[in-house]
Each structure stands twice: as C-alpha cells, then as structure tokens.
C-alpha cells in the first residue's frame, strides 16, 4: 500500500494554506513563549526574589531577556504580512515566516533549559538542576533543528523545492505542445 509522503502532501497544498499553517504556528510559539514568560515575570516579582543566590538571578535576568527576544521574533510576520506584502500571501512571506520560527526556536530553547535549572536547583541541587537544564535545551533543540534535519532524505526538502519540481512535472505533462 502506498501512503503519501509528507513532500507530496505539502506540494500539493496552496500557498495560502502554507502561509495560513505557518502563520498559525508561530501564534502557538507565541502562546507557549507567553506562559513561560509569565511564569519568568512572575518569579522576578516574587517575594523570595531577593533572597536568590546573585547566579540565580542574573540567570533569570538572561531567560527573561531570551524570551523577550523570542516573543519578538514571533510576531514580525505578523506585520511583515500586512505591512510590506499588504495582507496578501506569497512564497516570501511563507520563507519569511520559516526563517523566523526557527531564529525564535533557538532562545526559546535556551530558555526553557535556563528555567529548568533554576527551578530544579533547590530541588535537586546544583548537579542535577545543571544535568536537567542541558537535557531539557538539548531535547529541545535536538527536536526542533536536528529531527528536521534527519527527515528531510525521506521526506525531502523544504515545501518551495518541492513545489518548484511539482510545478515543473505538471508542466511537462499538460497538453502537448502545438508546432
């Protein structure tokens, strides 16, 4: 039986649909970078704040900053959409917004390691809290960069490729040519 692969099923989709998915995720990241973020303020703000060990809390200052930038970086397309393409969907807005998604991944990641290893601190000590928070960003960015990256020989390269050569074979396949 022959199931579809994933680069078929993408070049087959219209542009909008890819541009209206793309946008829809970095709205998710966004969410996700928005919890955290409050969780980070709300931390900072906290009574016991103080009394962190200095370390501590120059670390939080850096998460805080990391998913400032994050956030940021999430919502460019946005006005990048409505601003410099005028609200219309085209395949440099699609590579716009990819490109964006994965530069946010990176403090994202980094954040979410950092605030493992300040909450786990107290809980399981320096070693642990250290061993926690590396697992957590290298699970992270082993997910969002390197799996990508093992799954692209099955699955080939990225949508605007595959439309390019999809586009090209349908092309040689239309009516014939009239001399």
Avoid at 27 to 48: H, V
Avoid at 82 to 104: K, M, N, P, Y
Avoid at 130 to 151: H, K, N, S, V
Wanted: glycine fraction near 12%.
């Amino acid at each position: 039986m022959n199931f579809p692969t994933l680069s078929g099923v993408c070049s087959r989709m219209k542009l909008s649909e890819k541009v209206k998915i793309a946008l829809e995720e970095t709205r998710m990241l966004i969410l996700g970078a928005q919890i955290l973020l409050g969780f980070q303020l709300r931390g900072a703000f906290g009574e016991s704040f103080d009394a962190l060990p200095t370390h501590i809390r120059y670390l939080d200052g850096l998460a805080l900053g990391l998913l400032v930038v994050t956030i940021s970086l999430l919502i460019a397309p946005e006005p990048y959409h409505c601003i410099v393409e005028g609200g219309r969907d085209s395949g440099r807005l699609h590579q716009f917004v990819t490109i964006i998604a994965d530069l946010a991944l990176l403090p994202f990641a980094l954040a979410l390691g950092i605030d493992l290893f300040i909450g786990g601190e107290r809980v399981v000590g320096d070693n642990g809290a250290i061993a926690g928070g590396t697992i957590a960003a290298a699970l992270a960015f082993a997910l969002w960069y390197g799996f990508p990256q093992l799954r692209r020989p099955f699955f080939g390269q990225k949508g605007a490729q595959n439309d390019a050569r999809s586009t090209q074979r349908a092309s040689r396949h239309a009516a014939p040519r009239q001399n």
